[in-house]
């Protein structure tokens, strides 16, 4: 069973940048779709963004398009979540998760997830 490992969370302040890579682990395949989801306190795990392996079929939620972008670097096996603009709501723990089978923006399909990492906007 593999793992994936995300990286980059931090404390910012409101109105900058951070971004949030993950790679997967021990996996004998390759996912199909990744995508990344919070949980700020008290609230409900959320899908942010999503996409298909090769570049394809991109999903947004609404709280977080035009601000966020989900990419990949095949060569490095690697999806990154650039977040741009980030305001006090945008404060959660950022989980990585992956499935084999799309569609990828189905939230509720996503089978393996990564511990997460802390991402905290301040005002």
């Known amino acids: 069973q593999g793992t994936l490992v995300e990286s980059g969370g931090d404390s910012v302040q409101a109105g900058g940048s951070l971004s949030l890579s993950c790679k997967p682990y021990?996996?004998?395949?390759?996912?199909?779709?990744m995508g990344w989801f919070r949980q700020a306190p008290g609230k409900k795990r959320e899908g942010i963004a999503s996409m298909h392996v090769g570049g394809k079929n991109l999903y947004y939620s609404d709280s977080v398009k035009g601000r966020f972008t989900i990419s990949q670097d095949l060569s490095a096996n690697t999806v990154t979540l650039r977040m741009n603009n980030l305001k006090p709501e945008d404060t959660a723990v950022y989980y990585c998760a992956a499935m084999r089978i799309p569609p990828c923006g189905n939230w509720w399909s996503y089978t393996d997830w990564g511990k997460g990492t802390q991402v905290t906007v301040s005002s």
């Open positions: 021990g996996y004998g395949f390759r996912h199909n779709c």
